[in-house]
């Protein structure tokens, strides 16, 4: 039997479903301290004093940390590296000011809740657009970074020579994360850091230059985790404030953040303004793509902000066409808010909606069809080297869009549409395209073990923090060296047993660790198989089905350990998922109210490992992304103060708020730069969603603007501002 290709029922779940789950406050640890956080009530101001009275705390005082942000962009940054604790000045809401420990959890809130700062007011500027002109939140002001990519020249000649031209202002507002667990973490005393992360190596290096410590004496374990989404790739101030107090009383400290905890102090998502321009020919073909873009970077660099915007955005804009020439600038910009961090898909959503709103305004105000508008400029040949540097090997982008247009109806929509006005609605129908450039880190590690008992243990860089990495990569073991999938046990999210990894991120676990494990598989079969020559008394012999063979003769693997194997690749190579999906809405006239109808995706992601599994991210990817289309947006005030602190204000799609989300997996093409053909899925659907959503919108309300998130008022102002 083939594994791969089966929708293997987790093995996860039965620990899931009968309470078996080991999160980190499912762990006990007695004799803890607890902390809390006392954290800024204001956008900005100095800290003139803190009384902490009798309590056992941490101020800037005593941690004059900063954590690193190692991203590189190819230009310099302006670096305002995030504290542990405010040094002198707040920068934004919930900044940490002091960590207090006592007892018990109420005990520290308590303590907490007593600590006295004095503040002196400073202005807050939380408008990224005017944040170059505002008064400096920094002593080096407020651009953290002016990058650009692309031929300036090239596109200013197309543009010069174009028939047709199309701007638009694109706004992708600043969202949130929200995993269903909040952050939490467990310290002990010889530098072990129990966190619900993604990626421990990556927290564990940071950590330690953060701290001053050689990475030896820092140990990073992650159990179970419940949602990641990019706000868990990295570490946060309250983990070294553990590990700190953890090494100083000799106690384990424990911390659980509180849901607002995460809203004001983590970190978000998005956040990025463009002005983007689209030259096209007379006949529709694209000429050329021009983007000038400022991106949110918050008061302080989170580890990956930089780079979400620039090298990762970079990849992706223009998204599958093939456009000869595109230019990009990009200004990061610190205001007096929450730092900006990876979130699914981590700029290649903004790159994806730039292009596929510049498409939707282009056929409307030139009188094309948008859908023969998309067809005439996809890539179509390969391998295809798109105007940003980019390699795709292999694709089906023309096959896709037109499997989307079949499965859209468009003769029966007419009917639909056409019966909506009669009951006050309107009804629109987007058929978009997506294409993500899938890698995260590059390169990956992974050992295969075979024990005395003749179980094999997989143990890999890459991380799991809700996917099935435990069912997928046994699935691909067991087709690999022809044994049943329950002789693996797997190993990840712990600095101890696994050497090195990139963890998860950026759609990466299959096609970086895919590749580490088959090669750390091939390496074991080697090593066995001068044993299995010497039992079988053969000068040669054959692998297959689990054995060795040599004529009649045969030795399982399994009967051959003591044994393991590395594999290790430095792979910088991406894949690229792309498909077309199909939005239908209605909208109530009266009220803006929009109602998603059908939804359905039809995607390529090379060679699937588990059907039901890959439906599933992408399920869950897409109800992020039409979360950002119709409900999400975290909002400041005018003073810094955060209006969507809690999910009584920041709305996340409900399954009422959602249809039967209908993913089409197209066959046939199986990615060519890894062994396994396989292709990231992780963050697809969150790419693709929102520009299907909004352009079914505009067709509903026959093309007025509204930007996301189309709420009900924003619905209602736009279509009553005709």
Same mark, same amino acid.
């Given at each position: 039997m083939a594994f791969i290709g089966q929708s293997i029922r987790r093995f996860e779940d039965g620990r899931f479903l009968t309470g078996q789950g080991r999160y980190v406050t499912d762990i006990d640890m007695p004799g803890a301290l607890h902390m809390a956080v006392v954290r800024s009530p204001h956008a900005h101001a100095r800290v003139v004093a803190i009384d902490t009275g009798a309590a056992l705390a941490l101020t800037g005082d005593d941690l004059a940390w900063h954590l690193p942000c190692p991203a590189q962009i190819g230009v310099p940054i302006a670096m305002a590296e995030r504290p542990v604790l405010a040094q002198g000045v707040v920068r934004h809401v919930g900044e940490p000011v002091a960590f207090v420990f006592a007892e018990t959890m109420q005990a520290a809130r $308590?303590?907490?809740?007593? *600590? #006295?700062?004095?503040?002196?007011?400073?202005? =807050?500027?939380? $408008?990224?657009?005017?944040?170059?002109?505002?008064?400096?939140?920094?002593?080096? &002001?407020? @651009?953290?970074?002016?990058? /650009?990519?692309?031929?300036? =020249?090239?596109? $200013?000649?197309? !543009?010069? @020579?174009?028939a047709h031209i199309t701007r638009l202002t694109i706004a992708n507002q600043r969202v949130t994360c929200a995993p269903i667990e909040p952050r939490a973490a467990i310290a002990q005393p010889d530098g072990t850091l129990i966190v619900n992360g993604q990626a421990v190596h990556g927290m564990r290096r940071q950590l330690a230059q953060c701290m001053g410590l050689d990475e030896a004496g820092l140990r990073v374990v992650t159990p179970d985790v419940g949602g990641g989404f990019g706000v868990k790739n990295v570490p946060f101030p309250e983990h070294a404030g553990l590990l700190h107090m953890a090494r100083v009383t000799? %106690?384990?400290c424990r911390w659980v953040a509180e849901q607002t905890d995460d809203f004001a102090a983590s970190a978000h998502g998005r956040g990025m303004h463009s002005q983007a321009a689209l030259a096209r020919d007379g006949l529709g073909r694209f000429l050329a793509l021009r983007i000038d873009a400022v991106a949110e970077m918050g008061a302080y660099l989170s580890p990956n902000g930089p780079s979400c915007c620039t090298n990762a955005a970079g990849t992706a804009f223009g998204g599958g066409y093939a456009i000869p020439a595109i230019r990009a600038r990009m200004r990061g910009a610190y205001t007096n808010t929450a730092p900006i961090e990876a979130y699914r898909g981590a700029g290649k959503p903004e790159a994806n909606h730039i292009i596929e709103m510049l498409i939707e305004a282009a056929a409307r105000q030139h009188g094309f069809d948008a859908g023969g508008l998309r067809a005439r400029n996809l890539i179509a040949g390969h391998p295809h080297v798109t105007a940003m540097g980019m390699t795709i090997a292999d694709g089906q982008f023309p096959a896709n869009l037109a499997a989307a247009e079949a499965l859209a109806d468009r003769d029966g929509f007419a009917a639909r549409r056409a019966g909506a006005p009669a009951a006050g609605r309107l009804r629109g129908l987007g058929v978009t395209c997506f294409m993500e450039t899938a890698r995260g880190a590059f390169g990956e590690w992974a050992r295969a073990r075979l024990g005395a008992d003749g179980r094999i243990e997989l143990a890999l860089g890459s991380h799991s923090n809700g996917q099935g990495h435990e069912t997928s990569f046994r699935q691909i073991a067991a087709d690999h060296l022809g044994l049943p999938m329950d002789s693996f046990d797997y190993v990840q999210g712990d600095t101890s047993k696994v050497a090195k990894g990139g963890g998860h991120g950026g759609a990466r676990s299959l096609h970086q660790g895919g590749r580490a494990l088959v090669e750390a598989m091939d390496a074991l079969i080697e090593? =066995? +198989?001068?044993?299995?020559? %010497?039992?079988? @008394?053969?000068?040669? *012999? /054959? !692998? +297959?089905? &689990? =054995?060795?063979?040599?004529? $009649?003769a045969a030795v399982a693997l399994t009967a051959l350990g003591p044994l393991e194997a590395v594999g290790e690749h430095d792979s910088a190579l991406c894949t690229f998922p792309h498909g077309a999906h199909v939005a239908e809405v209605e909208i109530d006239a009266d009220t803006g109210q929009a109602v998603l109808? +059908?939804?359905?995706?039809?995607?390529?992601?090379?060679?699937? *490992?588990n059907p039901m599994l890959t439906i599933g991210q992408v399920q869950g990817g897409l109800a992020q992304g039409i979360g950002q289309a119709l409900l999400e947006r975290i909002d400041y005030d005018g003073d810094g103060q955060l209006r969507s602190a809690t999910f009584m204000d920041y709305t996340l799609p409900r399954a009422a708020d959602l249809p039967a989300l209908d993913v089409r997996l197209q066959p046939g093409c199986p990615a060519s730069v890894n062994p396994?053909? #396989?292709?990231? #899925?992780? /963050?697809?659907?969150?790419?693709?969603?929102? /520009?299907?959503?909004?352009a079914a919108l505009l067709d509903a309300m026959g093309g007025q603007p509204v930007d996301m998130p189309a709420t009900p008022e924003a619905i209602w102002r736009a279509l009553n501002a005709q």
């Amino acid at each position: 039997m083939a594994f791969i290709g089966q929708s293997i029922r987790r093995f996860e779940d039965g620990r899931f479903l009968t309470g078996q789950g080991r999160y980190v406050t499912d762990i006990d640890m007695p004799g803890a301290l607890h902390m809390a956080v006392v954290r800024s009530p204001h956008a900005h101001a100095r800290v003139v004093a803190i009384d902490t009275g009798a309590a056992l705390a941490l101020t800037g005082d005593d941690l004059a940390w900063h954590l690193p942000c190692p991203a590189q962009i190819g230009v310099p940054i302006a670096m305002a590296e995030r504290p542990v604790l405010a040094q002198g000045v707040v920068r934004h809401v919930g900044e940490p000011v002091a960590f207090v420990f006592a007892e018990t959890m109420q005990a520290a809130r $308590d303590a907490a809740e007593a *600590v #006295v700062v004095e503040y002196d007011m400073l202005p =807050a500027n939380v $408008d990224p657009l005017a944040a170059f002109t505002a008064a400096p939140i920094h002593a080096f &002001g407020n @651009q953290a970074f002016e990058w /650009q990519k692309g031929d300036a =020249a090239a596109t $200013d000649a197309a !543009f010069a @020579q174009a028939a047709h031209i199309t701007r638009l202002t694109i706004a992708n507002q600043r969202v949130t994360c929200a995993p269903i667990e909040p952050r939490a973490a467990i310290a002990q005393p010889d530098g072990t850091l129990i966190v619900n992360g993604q990626a421990v190596h990556g927290m564990r290096r940071q950590l330690a230059q953060c701290m001053g410590l050689d990475e030896a004496g820092l140990r990073v374990v992650t159990p179970d985790v419940g949602g990641g989404f990019g706000v868990k790739n990295v570490p946060f101030p309250e983990h070294a404030g553990l590990l700190h107090m953890a090494r100083v009383t000799g %106690r384990p400290c424990r911390w659980v953040a509180e849901q607002t905890d995460d809203f004001a102090a983590s970190a978000h998502g998005r956040g990025m303004h463009s002005q983007a321009a689209l030259a096209r020919d007379g006949l529709g073909r694209f000429l050329a793509l021009r983007i000038d873009a400022v991106a949110e970077m918050g008061a302080y660099l989170s580890p990956n902000g930089p780079s979400c915007c620039t090298n990762a955005a970079g990849t992706a804009f223009g998204g599958g066409y093939a456009i000869p020439a595109i230019r990009a600038r990009m200004r990061g910009a610190y205001t007096n808010t929450a730092p900006i961090e990876a979130y699914r898909g981590a700029g290649k959503p903004e790159a994806n909606h730039i292009i596929e709103m510049l498409i939707e305004a282009a056929a409307r105000q030139h009188g094309f069809d948008a859908g023969g508008l998309r067809a005439r400029n996809l890539i179509a040949g390969h391998p295809h080297v798109t105007a940003m540097g980019m390699t795709i090997a292999d694709g089906q982008f023309p096959a896709n869009l037109a499997a989307a247009e079949a499965l859209a109806d468009r003769d029966g929509f007419a009917a639909r549409r056409a019966g909506a006005p009669a009951a006050g609605r309107l009804r629109g129908l987007g058929v978009t395209c997506f294409m993500e450039t899938a890698r995260g880190a590059f390169g990956e590690w992974a050992r295969a073990r075979l024990g005395a008992d003749g179980r094999i243990e997989l143990a890999l860089g890459s991380h799991s923090n809700g996917q099935g990495h435990e069912t997928s990569f046994r699935q691909i073991a067991a087709d690999h060296l022809g044994l049943p999938m329950d002789s693996f046990d797997y190993v990840q999210g712990d600095t101890s047993k696994v050497a090195k990894g990139g963890g998860h991120g950026g759609a990466r676990s299959l096609h970086q660790g895919g590749r580490a494990l088959v090669e750390a598989m091939d390496a074991l079969i080697e090593a =066995a +198989r001068p044993l299995a020559a %010497r039992l079988l @008394q053969a000068s040669e *012999v /054959q !692998f +297959r089905g &689990g =054995a060795f063979h040599a004529g $009649d003769a045969a030795v399982a693997l399994t009967a051959l350990g003591p044994l393991e194997a590395v594999g290790e690749h430095d792979s910088a190579l991406c894949t690229f998922p792309h498909g077309a999906h199909v939005a239908e809405v209605e909208i109530d006239a009266d009220t803006g109210q929009a109602v998603l109808c +059908r939804y359905i995706a039809c995607d390529d992601y090379g060679t699937i *490992v588990n059907p039901m599994l890959t439906i599933g991210q992408v399920q869950g990817g897409l109800a992020q992304g039409i979360g950002q289309a119709l409900l999400e947006r975290i909002d400041y005030d005018g003073d810094g103060q955060l209006r969507s602190a809690t999910f009584m204000d920041y709305t996340l799609p409900r399954a009422a708020d959602l249809p039967a989300l209908d993913v089409r997996l197209q066959p046939g093409c199986p990615a060519s730069v890894n062994p396994l053909g #396989v292709k990231g #899925v992780g /963050q697809a659907g969150c790419i693709a969603a929102p /520009q299907a959503v909004m352009a079914a919108l505009l067709d509903a309300m026959g093309g007025q603007p509204v930007d996301m998130p189309a709420t009900p008022e924003a619905i209602w102002r736009a279509l009553n501002a005709q």
